[in-house]
């Protein structure tokens, strides 16, 4: 049998052209393949969103300054925001989830392959689509350009009187083709986890990465599918005269609101939950200790899934639903903010008594919880509805999301990626390049993101090309500015170093992190049919008891 | 040696962050709006700001609290549990969970919670449940793309972009209510210092209320996407005294001054499209897309904020709208020199 | 490390998981679910709020002929699903011909419905409030009841063609399960829009 990889050309000698490769790659069901294609994909669109996000700090850098016209940056924040969230953060976590998964579970592909395939192709051409905007679309202001309408695309802005042209429809259509993408892969995680665990791996056994994930696809099942429903209202109210949200009819602006924060706000647990994946995995693994408090972990997960379908509203604290409506949504996301503390206690926990190595992976997690809990208690703040009066739809709420996806899902995922890495390629990293990487995009997330909490405490609403000066946000609007740059370096770093190591890495082995989960039981990187023999196992870390058969983990769980 | 220095860097480069953040929040905690012409949200001087502010200062403190005692601990262990270097290669002892710790931190955290709840139940009840006194005076506030219209029912008046309302005394209150509306997108209207935005949406009224404590002019801006020209639909809101406030109304009720012979810029005015969308009270121009322009030189600014009323600004506005608010919904008038000046000339009478 | 070092014979262990096509069809019908949900929730909010043309009471009655088609259905490819287990091809064939045949009077029924509506009462989707949730509700269930008998039909050319064997019938259920959810969405409907809503 031939032990084709990812990685390695074939082995039985003969020479394949450049088309059959691609050709393997355009076709395959594999997961770990496609796995990496989604990854790649990511990697392109956040580089694209990241010039986006430096267009517009560029113009925010002084008061009435002229870099670009209002149209340009207001289809700048539209994309830059629709892309990070859809074709990035979206993409590279079922990426990791879909390589990761049956590894891990000690199965030999997710439970449709076909399905996976369909997932990514879809999610692949939604992107193109949205970007196709740019040369596709009659906007309102002559030939072919983006969506202007902000990512949450609110009624009546989207209506035919106020987005003449076509931007609008590729935002719609973009999402609702990538949507079916996302929906059909968490079809795919869910009855992964649940159908193809290896024998003995029951539910209470597996890693918490599958459970995240688990929850995360049962988010992705409830929540994405409102948005489509949203969606197909919108495109109705467009092309068939419908007046889902037409006020002149007597439609309803906030009904788009809600259908649409019903998707946003369990959407942004949908991008987290594979972050606290990512924590829950390196950071026992670097301390040398199991985590603390599994059985909490997993019911603190569940509890965090259930519970953010009922926060939405908190979206909407200015838009007049009245006190008593207001006072039930400061309740409940106030309660989310229990299960989520309790896990930042297990993680530390987990460090606790332990022998912790600063490796680059561990520093990500390191700096992850210090900024999530940073952008926790901001969010806490926030939902203490009066003070979200002042602080909601100005770069107070942008500080805090952009802590919560730069500083806590991305220093995650890079955290993911250098951990993996070795997996995933059978080759080892610069860990010099990797602390170059993590102290470079460290200084530059906190002056960016740390500074920006200050515009919005004095009175900067978001979406804004300009700015007036004399109102004492000019200062920090350049500081926010320069620390784009220091992040750029460490992305720049960060993609070099993954090239160089790929190329001219040091062999990994297929366990170079003396870990204990299954992924570690097999090359690297796993061959196509990801293990010889499907392990049984007998504890959540089948490799701690390998590694020490006299003092096995089933002993004590 | 990378691995203690590395963790010694770490932990001073995250003590800097950590200082870095306390100086600015000290910074940014002093009202920098002493001056009238502030919008910081730590300076309020209306009641809903003031009771946001006092909610604001509970709230720091709490999470302040929890911030530091959870970094402490991260600290802590990132310190003193690293890896030392004469690390004898044996796994530490692996602890699975505690259920009494468990306990500790879901029981503390709920605890935190409902009190932060209750304080900030009060307050939701406190500005959106307030009793309404017979002497507040009642403003309907409209948005558009891109300006505010604002009129006074009771009063008799329509004006435009700038607002006008009296000071209110704590011992006598007369504190103002706006009825938000919208004609088309949805807008959201922001003074800081006056009170917590509240949006302007199409058919879904909205109302708040303010009763600002000292006089002087207030700044604030939309603060919903509403299109192009979001950012420069901008607000300005004059508290004036009492007898300052009655003679302010009192002009803007009457309509035009027309001199005997109407001048040419009046008859560019009403022979070009100016009348299809502004209003002129006393004349035939009655139009209601864009600003009423009755007592325009009463205003300070034009385009909602954008430039300042001068001849020079409203000239160029109506010459070419774009090179100061490019995207707003006035049309550049194709007018010649001679035109445009007398028409400017016009619109200079109109106070 | 290999993996063959934590193998353990089978016989020592009994492990039975879910099917995943019953999984995965069921994570889809909880998709489906929601989707239906939002619009019956926008039909639910829009109760009464048409500002001017015909209302549900004005032009709705309720299609109880049609709905029995539907709901019988459910019944008739339970029966074809038994008979396959039984080997019973004949009747499993049978059955399912007239599952697809109730479903396809359904499908008439709303037609006819929609017909009506159109040209006799002058409503359509974009007229008023009613229109728009009317036939988006209506109409997105009449979607997946075509995707439904797109599939049914299939099965029933493979049966035709004798392809459609015993081993099959954990397939059949599973697309069983989705004609089910078809059917329940429409008992939702129904009351929205024929009880509820007039």
Redesign the interface.
Same mark, same amino acid.
């Given at each position: 049998m031939s032990t084709e990889s990812i990685a390695w050309p074939s082995t039985t000698g003969e020479s394949r052209s450049f088309v059959d490769h691609l050709h393997e790659w355009i076709t395959t069901v594999d997961h770990k393949r496609l796995g990496i294609l989604y990854i790649v994909y990511a990697l392109v669109f956040l580089v694209i969103g990241g010039v986006e996000a430096t267009v517009m700090r560029i113009q925010l850098i002084r008061p009435h300054n002229d870099f670009v016209?209002?149209?340009v940056f207001?289809r700048m924040f539209t994309m830059h925001g629709t892309t990070m969230i859809f074709f990035v953060a979206m993409p590279i976590l079922f990426g990791f989830a879909n390589y990761l998964i049956p590894l891990m579970i000690?199965a030999r592909d997710m =439970?449709?392959p076909r399905?996976n395939a369909f997932g990514f192709w879809m999610t692949a051409f939604g992107g193109l689509l949205l970007y196709f905007s740019l040369v596709g679309a009659n906007g309102l202001y002559g030939a072919g350009n983006a969506p202007?309408v902000?990512w949450f695309a609110?009624a009546?802005?989207t209506s035919q009187?106020?987005s003449v042209g076509h931007s609008t429809d590729f935002w719609t259509l973009a999402l609702l083709v990538s949507g079916f993408g996302s929906?059909g892969t968490?079809?795919?995680i869910?009855?992964?986890v /649940?159908?193809?665990?290896c024998?003995?791996m029951t539910l209470a056994k597996m890693p918490l990465f599958a459970w995240l994930n688990l929850v995360m696809?049962g988010l992705v &099942?409830?929540?994405?599918?409102?948005l489509?429903?949203?969606q !197909?209202?919108l495109l109705?109210d467009r092309y068939?005269?419908?007046?889902?949200f037409d006020?002149?009819?007597?439609?309803?602006?906030?009904?788009w609101m809600h259908?649409f924060w019903?998707f946003g706000h369990p959407e942004v647990y949908v991008l987290v939950l594979p972050a606290f994946a990512f924590a829950s995995e390196i950071i026992p693994v670097f301390?040398? @200790?199991?985590i603390?408090?599994?059985?909490?972990m997993v019911g603190a997960t569940v509890a965090i899934g259930f519970i953010s379908m009922s926060v939405w509203a908190h979206h909407m604290f200015?838009?007049?639903m009245?006190?008593n409506v207001?006072?039930f949504f400061?309740?409940s996301t106030?309660?989310i903010?229990?299960p989520t503390?309790?896990k &930042?206690?297990?993680w530390?926990?987990t460090?606790?008594?332990? @022998?912790?190595?600063?490796k680059t992976p561990m520093?990500f997690c390191?700096a992850f919880?210090?900024q999530f809990?940073?952008a926790g208690?901001?969010g !806490?703040?926030m939902?203490?509805?009066? %003070?979200?009066?002042?602080?909601?739809?100005?770069y107070f709420v942008v500080a805090h999301f952009h802590y919560v996806i730069v500083g806590g899902i991305l220093f995650t995922l890079f955290a993911a990626f250098y951990y993996w890495f070795p997996k995933m390629s059978g080759k080892m990293y610069s860990e010099t390049l990797g +602390?170059l990487h993590f102290?470079l995009f460290?200084i530059g997330f906190?002056l960016t993101f740390?500074?920006m909490h200050?515009p919005g405490?004095?009175?900067?609403?978001?979406?804004?090309?300009?700015?007036?000066p004399?109102?004492?946000w000019d200062t920090w609007n350049s500081i926010v500015t320069i620390g784009v740059f220091f992040q750029a370096a460490g992305i720049l770093v960060f993609l070099g170093n993954l090239l160089w190591s790929y190329y001219r890495g040091k062999d990994a082995g297929?366990?170079p992190w003396d870990a204990w989960t299954?992924e570690?039981?097999?090359n690297s990187p796993p061959p196509a049919y990801n293990?010889? /023999?499907?392990?049984?196992?007998k504890s959540r870390r089948? /490799?701690w008891d390998?590694k020490?058969p006299d003092d096995p983990?089933w002993k004590?769980? | 040696m990378l691995?203690m220095r590395?963790?010694m860097s770490?932990f001073l480069?995250?003590t800097i962050?950590l200082l870095?953040?306390c100086a600015?929040a000290v910074w940014?905690s002093e009202p @920098?709006g002493s001056s009238p012409?502030?919008?910081? &949200?730590?300076a309020p001087a209306s009641t809903p =700001?003031k009771?946001?502010f006092g909610?604001?200062l509970f #709230?720091?403190a709490v999470?302040g609290v929890?911030?530091l005692v #959870? %970094?402490a601990?991260?600290l802590y262990?990132?310190v003193k549990?690293? @890896?030392?270097r004469n690390?004898d290669g044996r796994?530490?002892?692996?602890?699975?969970?505690?259920n009494q710790?468990?306990l500790a931190?879901?029981v503390i955290?709920?605890l935190i #919670?409902v009190a /932060?709840?209750m304080?900030?139940?009060r !307050? &939701?009840?406190t500005?959106? +449940?307030a009793a309404r006194p017979d002497n507040g005076i009642e403003v309907i506030a409209i948005g558009h793309?891109f300006w505010w219209e604002y009129r006074y029912p009771a009063l008799g008046v329509v004006t435009a972009n700038e607002l006008h309302v009296p000071v209110s005394d704590d011992s006598r209150p007369t504190p103002t209510f706006i009825k938000?509306l919208s004609a088309?997108?949805?807008h959201?209207f922001?003074i800081?210092r006056l =009170?917590?935005?509240?949006?302007l949406?199409?058919?879904?009224?909205?109302?708040m209320w303010i009763d600002p404590h000292e006089t002087g002019v207030y700044?604030?801006?939309?603060?919903?996407?509403?299109?192009?020209?979001?950012?420069?639909m901008?607000l300005r809101v004059y508290v004036q005294s009492q007898d300052e406030f009655d003679r302010w109304i009192q002009e803007q009720r009457q309509p035009a001054t027309v001199g005997n012979a109407v001048s040419q810029g009046q008859r560019i005015f009403e022979t070009t499209a100016c009348i299809n969308c502004h209003t002129v009270a006393g004349t035939v121009a009655n139009g209601r897309f864009g600003p009423d322009l009755t007592h325009l030189m009463s205003r300070d600014t034009i385009a909602a904020?954008a430039a300042k009323n001068t001849p020079e600004n409203l000239r160029q506005w109506i010459l070419n709208p774009a090179a100061i608010k490019?995207?707003s919904l006035m049309p550049a008038m194709q007018l010649s020199d001679p035109e445009l000046d007398a028409l400017t000339t016009y619109l200079e009478t109109l106070r | 490390?290999?993996?063959?070092?934590?193998?353990?014979p +089978?016989t020592?262990?009994e492990?039975r998981?879910?099917?995943?096509g019953r !999984?995965?069809m069921s994570?889809?019908i909880? =998709?489906?679910a929601?989707?239906?949900?939002? %619009?019956v929730v926008?039909y639910l909010?829009?109760v009464g709020?048409?500002?001017s043309g015909p209302t549900p009471r004005d032009v709705l009655s309720p299609p109880f002929f049609y709905t029995f088609c539907l709901l019988s259905s459910s019944l008739t490819i339970h029966f074809a699903s038994r008979s396959l287990r039984r080997w019973s091809f004949r009747s499993f064939g049978a059955w399912w011909l007239v599952t697809i045949t109730l479903g396809a009077i359904f499908l008439y029924g709303t037609a006819s419905e929609w017909h009506r509506l159109i040209y006799r009462d002058g409503l359509?989707?974009?007229t008023?409030?009613f229109g728009?949730?009317y036939y988006?509700l209506v109409g997105?269930h009449g979607f997946h009841v075509v995707v439904g008998l797109a599939c049914l039909g299939t099965v029933m050319v493979f049966t035709l063609f004798g392809a459609v064997k015993q081993e099959h019938a954990e397939r059949i259920d599973v697309l069983s399960l989705y004609w089910h959810f078809v059917d329940a969405v429409w008992i939702v409907v129904f009351t929205v829009v024929y009880v509820i809503g007039r």
């Open positions: 016209s209002p149209q207001n000690g =439970a449709f399905l202007d902000g609110y009546p802005l009187t106020f929906i968490a079809i795919n869910v009855a992964t /649940l159908c193809l665990r024998p003995g696809a &099942i409830l929540a994405v599918s409102p489509t429903a949203a !197909v209202m109705l068939l005269g419908a007046h889902f006020t002149q009819a007597g439609g309803s602006a906030v009904i259908f019903i301390s040398r @200790k199991a603390f408090g599994y059985p909490v200015t838009v007049g009245g006190a207001n006072t400061v309740i106030m309660a903010a229990v503390g309790i &930042i206690f297990n530390l926990a460090m606790w008594g332990g @022998k912790i190595e600063f520093l390191i919880l210090f809990l940073i208690l901001t !806490v703040m939902s203490a509805a009066p %003070f979200d009066w002042q602080l909601g739809n100005s +602390k102290w460290l906190h740390d500074f200050i405490l004095l009175g900067m609403p978001r979406r804004i090309y300009t700015y007036e004399g109102r004492g297929s366990d299954l570690w039981s097999t293990f010889h /023999l499907i392990p049984t196992v089948p /490799l390998l020490h983990d004590y769980e | 691995q590395s963790s770490r480069a995250q962050v870095f953040w600015v940014a @920098k012409d502030g919008t910081n &949200i730590f =700001a009771s946001i909610l604001s #709230v720091l999470t929890i911030f #959870v %970094f601990l991260l262990c990132v549990f690293r @890896k030392r690390d796994e530490p002892p692996q602890v699975y969970g505690s710790v468990e931190w879901t955290p709920v #919670v /932060l709840f304080a900030t139940a !307050v &939701i009840a500005v959106q +449940k793309q938000l088309d997108t949805d959201s922001w800081p =009170a917590g935005k509240t949006d949406i199409p058919n879904h009224p909205n109302s700044l604030g801006q939309c603060a919903q996407y509403c299109g192009t020209q979001h950012a420069k901008l904020g490019p995207g | 490390m290999n993996t063959a070092d934590l193998t353990l +089978k020592e262990l492990w998981l879910p099917s995943r !999984v995965g994570a889809l909880a =998709a489906e929601a989707i239906f949900t939002i %619009f926008a909010f829009y709020k048409s500002l359509t989707i974009s008023n409030l728009t949730t988006s997105l």
